[in-house]
């Protein structure tokens, strides 16, 4: 296997399917993540949950719903149950942090809203989210920016979930395009589907490890998905 079946692989997602539906599980290293950018989390990690005590070291299951071309959702949903929706379909967007809305809120909201404050920015939880934007926070779905700039090296043929896959090592050129939610990761160990070009497992690397890691647990596609995943969220 070489850089060039990588390629082909990758070049695959683009047109390979009419829906997906997607089940992973993220962990996060933020402490490492935090010094590699220089910057608290606010800066580059939306995605711990606002009531935890300690983020530093955090995971959660993000599931995807998208049918082509323009019908989106994902959920973050964290062990405490709290979840984030994003939704875009059409000309409409929404989203909704169930640990924000007042039906929720944690009784001593004075100091929960002052911790928020220092970790998170407005934005990350009131806004209006776009297909471009989820698509750059979930790179599995979308990976064909490593296919511009990114020195790609095949280390082995694997198998994850049953289904064939390019183990490869991605590495930031100087003109490299957009992928993952970080600019200051430059190294990424992935698992690219030889069928469909999707990735089934995504690792950031930092320091020689792992500071983030993407893992599919399930996928489906083509699969019809009815309007209901995408009426508004919070409604």
């Known amino acids: 296997m070489s850089a060039a ?22 962990e996060y290293n933020t402490a ?23 983020p530093q070291r955090f995971r959660h299951d993000w599931r ?16 405490t149950g709290h979840s984030a929706v994003s939704i875009v379909c059409g000309g409409a967007s ?7 809305d ?33 698509l750059s926070q979930m ?8 296919m511009h700039g990114w020195s790609l090296a095949t280390r082995d043929s694997v198998e994850h979930i049953g289904r064939a896959a390019l183990r490869v090592r991605a590495t930031r050129g100087p003109d490299a ?18 069928e469909r070009g999707v990735l089934l497992r995504c690792a950031a690397i930092i320091g020689g490890s792992e500071a983030s890691v993407l893992t599919v647990r399930s996928v489906r596609f083509d699969e019809p998905i009815s309007a209901e ?3 508004p969220a919070g409604a």
């Open 5 to 26: 079946d990588a390629l082909r692989a990758l070049a695959r997602a683009e047109d390979s399917f009419t829906t997906i539906q997607l089940d992973c599980l993220a």
């Open 32 to 54: 490492q993540l935090e010094a590699a950018s220089g910057r608290s989390s606010s800066g580059g990690v939306r995605i711990a949950d606002p009531t935890a005590e300690n």
């Open 64 to 79: 995807v719903w998208w049918r082509r071309p323009d019908c989106w959702r994902d959920d973050i949903i964290w062990d």
């Open 94 to 100: 929404s989203s909704h942090v169930s640990a924000l």
């Open 102 to 134: 007042p039906r929720h809120m944690p009784s001593k909201a004075p100091s929960f809203l002052a911790r928020l404050g220092r970790r998170f920015t407005r934005q990350e939880f009131s806004y209006e989210p776009t297909l471009a934007e989820r």
């Open 139 to 146: 790179p599995l779905v979308q990976p064909q920016g490593l």
């Open 177 to 194: 395009a957009q992928f993952g939610m970080w600019d200051y990761v430059d190294v990424y160990d992935v698992d690219i589907d030889q």
């Open 229 to 231: 995943p995408f009426a």
